[in-house]
């Protein structure tokens, strides 16, 4: 090859090359996607749990809408307080200080309270008892089922099975929901971490009705309502609940439920 032609192919090469990385770079301009600075600032602080507690797809959604604006810089449950604070100065604001959140069951009727209608045999997966008689082996329609669902979806290990009932680890709980969102029968809620009591009963029947089918049920009786000093209690569909925002933790409820269906949360389902 004479030394002409090596130099017409050189520049043919050299001249493709430069269209390419001109075309490159161009394009790069082109297409170049804006990085919000403060966005990445945020992301960086998140605990890329992933778990949608905050109701965002993922910590960088989450970090996405708070850079915008459009969530409070306190919405991560997971990383709590502290990553509110660290979040708060990064957008340049107050960071308010949000009540920290557990998740609660509201079910006591553990195997040795409970009647059972049959013995079950199958898949061990909650969301899949819908499909069997009764919705489950257990006679009360409204109890735990026992399968772990809850479980198995819980990605802090805050959640666990203990004689038939869920049980909630109330340190490791992050409140992220996902638990409550399996629930086929929605037992699961979150409540104040400073929560004193809560009622550990989720039944619809009458009291006749759920005494044949759990000891550990309420029966709508109503006498903790009655005592109740704060008006924080309330009988609705034969059932207790209470409202935590005006629950003074007196105790009175607890000594005058003859089910005992109140209890301490710090000691919440406590294995009897």
Do not use: W
């Not at 804006?34 to 797809?57: D, T």
């Not at 990605?155 to 969102?181: L, T, Y």
């Amino acid at each position: 090859m004479s030394i002409s032609g090596i130099l017409i192919a050189t520049a043919i090469v050299g001249g493709v090359g430069l269209f390419i990385g001109l075309f490159l770079g161009g394009a790069a301009i082109l297409f170049k996607v804006e990085v919000n600075e403060k966005e990445e600032a945020v992301l960086a602080q998140l605990p890329g749990n992933n778990c949608g507690g905050c109701g965002y797809p993922g910590c960088a959604g989450l970090a996405a809408a708070i850079a915008s604006g459009k969530a409070p810089v306190n919405a991560c449950p997971v990383g709590g307080a502290e990553v509110g604070k660290k979040v708060a100065e990064i957008m340049g604001v107050e960071a308010e200080e949000g009540e920290r959140m557990v998740a609660f069951v509201a079910c006591r009727g553990t195997r040795d309270k409970i009647k059972v209608d049959y013995d079950y045999v199958g898949l061990h997966d909650c969301r899949m008892l819908s499909f069997v008689p009764n919705g489950g082996a257990k006679s009360c329609n409204f109890g735990c089922l026992g399968y772990g669902s809850c479980v198995e979806v819980c990605p802090f290990d805050a959640i666990h099975i203990f004689n038939g009932v869920a049980q909630v680890d109330r340190e490791a709980c992050k409140a992220c929901g996902k638990c409550i969102s399996v629930c086929p029968k929605n037992l699961i809620s979150l409540i104040p971490y400073s929560a004193k009591y809560a009622a550990a009963c989720s039944s619809g029947d009458k009291g006749p009705i759920t005494m044949k089918d759990c000891r550990a049920g309420c029966i709508g009786c109503g006498i903790c309502e009655k005592n109740c000093p704060s008006g924080a209690i309330k009988v609705e569909n034969f059932n207790a609940t209470i409202d935590q925002s005006k629950c003074t933790g007196c105790g009175i409820c607890v000594e005058k439920c003859p089910k005992k269906v109140i209890v301490r949360c710090s000691g919440e389902q406590t294995q009897e």
